[in-house]
């Protein structure tokens, strides 16, 4: 039985990445899914291949640190599908970020970081909340960074708006429960993808990586769609509020 079976998830930054991967999962349970990303290019391709596999899909070009672009994403969803059941909150600023010292980084590039990782995560629950509200139900899964809990050298600004993110899932849930909407986050670790790569180009960063685990592999995409797929489910209905880090043991939470 598929566990998403009538539902309709949002899913941020969904065109590529672990977005996609995302997206094609929730698509996999039954789940109708608005694909949105900033970039156009891969937007409706993640779209076909939700339609693909079944499932009923509707990309969005959206700029989540728009208020009016977040506004239109949730009123475009009623409009297609007339229920918002869930948002996955994944849009993020990180592929071809450089490492640099905090003392280093400019103020632009802290503050659209910032913008796009922790407003834009903020504006997008804000977006929803009155559908979710009227609907008695919702749930909302924010995708932080293990980076939060091991920190990490030369990218600061990543690090403390993926701080951000749980402190948001931890005040926002106080406020969420009266309406029997649930908020929680995945912290996911060090993931091989094409942002991460063009981050850590040098193959030796994956290996120091995976032998700093307790289970010495490599980390995939797939590795977080089971955690995904269940905080979107009812199997966690009783559960918010908190962070599952799922980076194979290197930091223990």
């Not at 949730?74 to 059941?85: L, M, Y």
């Not at 970081?113 to 509200?133: E, H």
């Not at 980076?147 to 849930?173: D, N, Q």
Request: charge should be neutral.
């Amino acid at each position: 039985m598929m566990r998403l079976q009538d539902k309709v998830i949002i899913v941020t930054g969904a065109a590529r990445g672990i977005g996609k991967e995302y997206s094609l999962a929730l698509a996999r349970e039954g789940a109708s899914v608005v694909v949105v990303d900033v970039l156009e290019s891969g937007l409706n391709e993640t779209a076909q291949e939700i339609k693909k596999l079944g499932a009923k899909s509707l990309p969005l070009r959206i700029d989540v640190s728009k208020e009016e672009d977040t506004d239109r994403m949730a009123s475009e969803t009623i409009r297609e599908f007339g229920q918002i059941d869930g948002l996955v909150n994944n849009a993020a600023l990180y592929g071809g970020l450089k490492r640099r010292p905090f003392y280093e980084i400019d103020v632009e590039e802290w503050d659209r970081v910032q913008a796009i990782n922790v407003r834009g995560t903020w504006l997008c629950i804000k977006s929803v909340f009155p559908y979710m509200k009227k609907a008695g139900r919702g749930k909302i899964v924010n995708i932080s960074s293990g980076t939060f809990f091991a920190g990490s050298p030369g990218l600061s600004h990543y690090v403390a708006s993926k701080g951000a993110v749980i402190g948001l899932t931890r005040g926002i849930c106080r406020e969420l429960g009266q309406f029997g909407i649930t908020i929680n986050a995945i912290a996911p670790g060090y993931t091989l993808t094409d942002a991460t790569l063009s981050i850590n180009p040098d193959p030796k960063y994956a290996v120091e990586m995976a032998n700093s685990r307790a289970l010495k592999r490599d980390q995939h995409p797939r590795d977080l769609l089971g955690a995904l797929v269940f905080l979107c489910s009812s199997d966690s209905d009783f559960m918010t509020g908190q962070t599952l880090l799922i980076d194979g043991g290197r930091s223990m939470h």
